[in-house]
């Protein structure tokens, strides 16, 4: 039992040797982080919000993203693995990870890695006070909750204030916010602010209509359970007449589309 004694003293002098361990290994672990331990902690370090509806490109540096891809691929093929799917023999899902670690960096998700589409706004000069909607507009988005599809359309209102931007931009912004990660109510919101910031209207209202596979496919199994919502800010909040007028608009085109 004494025995013990021993042992445990040089025990405690083993320490004093350590800063040899590792061979150099300790000093490259930092560099050997994976791609998303290193931007998280550089989105931290800017104190940058990451939650699954920001954009971060911001944050990207050249390369990362393919380096991600990487990532990406080995933790879905490990995923796939969990699921007990025999991704070695079943050639339907040999190539699985890859494709969607590419669908959702690239595609589904990609606006949450890619910056803002450029869109140049330009001066009111006809001084332009009519209303005007724009859409319908494919909303292709995924929910926060299942990562499964949000499908729909969505109507923008403008008033325009002093900078016009051009109809086709509104898709592209609308595109490139609804590529992410989302809870409908959010993306409105998100989608608000940007085109707000881009041609600072007098009155913007969006409409947005959709379909979430997370009832259809799973939970409720509600097939035709729809999810409309909306945000009416400026003239269209202060005007309740604008505001009916802007949902008439809709109400048109959509009957116009047989929708
Ligand atoms: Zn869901």
Redesign the pocket.
């Known amino acids: 039992m004494t025995s013990t004694l021993p042992t445990q003293i040089t025990a405690v002098t083993v320490p004093a040797a350590p800063p040899t361990n590792g061979l150099g290994a300790a000093g490259g672990s930092a560099t050997q982080l994976p791609i998303s331990a290193r931007l998280r902690q550089r989105l931290q370090e800017a104190k940058a919000p990451f939650l699954a509806n920001d954009n971060i490109s911001a944050h990207l540096r050249e390369g990362e993203m393919d380096q991600l891809e990487s990532e990406v691929t080995d933790k879905i093929r490990e995923l796939l693995r969990s699921l007990v799917i025999d991704i070695e023999n079943d050639h339907n899902t040999a190539e699985t990870a890859e494709r969607v670690a590419r669908m959702y960096l690239h595609e589904v998700f990609k606006g949450r890695y890619q910056e803002q589409p450029k869109i140049a706004s330009f001066p009111n000069v006809k001084k332009l006070d009519e209303i005007y909607t724009v859409g319908p507009i494919t909303v292709r988005s995924a ?1 926060s ?2 990562l ?1 599809p949000i499908l729909g359309s969505c109507w923008i209102g403008i008033k325009p204030g002093v900078r016009v931007i051009g109809l086709s931009k509104f898709s592209r912004v609308a595109e490139w916010v609804f590529s992410r990660p989302h809870i409908q109510e959010e993306a409105v919101l998100i989608l608000a602010d940007e085109i707000e910031r881009l041609c600072e209207p007098e009155g913007l209202a969006i409409l947005v209509k959709a379909q ?1 596979y ?1 009832m259809k496919w799973r939970g409720v199994k509600e097939p035709q359970t729809t999810m409309v919502n909306s945000v009416v800010r400026g003239d269209f909040r202060r005007d309740p007449n604008l505001k009916a007028e802007f949902f008439e608009l809709v109400k048109q085109q959509e009957s116009v589309l047989g929708y």
């Open positions: 929910c909750h299942h499964v979430h997370c």
